[in-house]
């Protein structure tokens, strides 16, 4: 069993960043793929990133690829998501989750936190 707190979000300017953290609980974080996803209202949730336990391997959504940067320190049982350029278009919640394998669809995801908002101003 995994339990997964965001925090970071908040209202920025465009043009601004934000880190976007994700703490779990339970022995065995590292054991997990990691995602990031994000929803706006009136759309579908939207892959954004994900990386293995190790690291190794990571994953990036075109739409925010070169803009977003994941990262994990299994030591602190967070994963990180930090968001450069932010535009209005990126308001959404975000959404940490935890897979047992590295995975861009949702559905393979089997722990989900309950998700931080991000809004940003034009």
């Known amino acids: 069993q995994v339990q997964l707190v965001e925090s970071g979000g908040g209202l920025v300017q465009a043009g601004g960043s934000l880190r976007l953290s994700c703490a779990a609980s339970g022995r065995t974080f590292s054991s997990y793929a990691m995602g990031w996803f994000r929803q706006a209202p009136g759309k579908e949730r939207e892959f954004l990133s994900a990386i293995t336990y190790s690291g190794a391997r990571i994953y990036y959504a075109d739409s925010v690829k070169g803009r977003i940067t994941i990262s994990r320190d299994n030591a602190k049982n967070t994963v990180y998501l930090q968001m450069n350029s932010l535009k209005p278009e990126d308001t959404a919640v975000y959404y940490c989750?935890?897979?047992?394998?590295?995975?861009?669809?949702?559905?393979?995801?089997?722990?989900w936190g309950q998700g931080t908002q991000v809004t940003v101003s034009s």
């Open positions: 989750a935890a897979a047992k394998i590295l995975a861009t669809t949702d559905r393979e995801y089997d722990y």
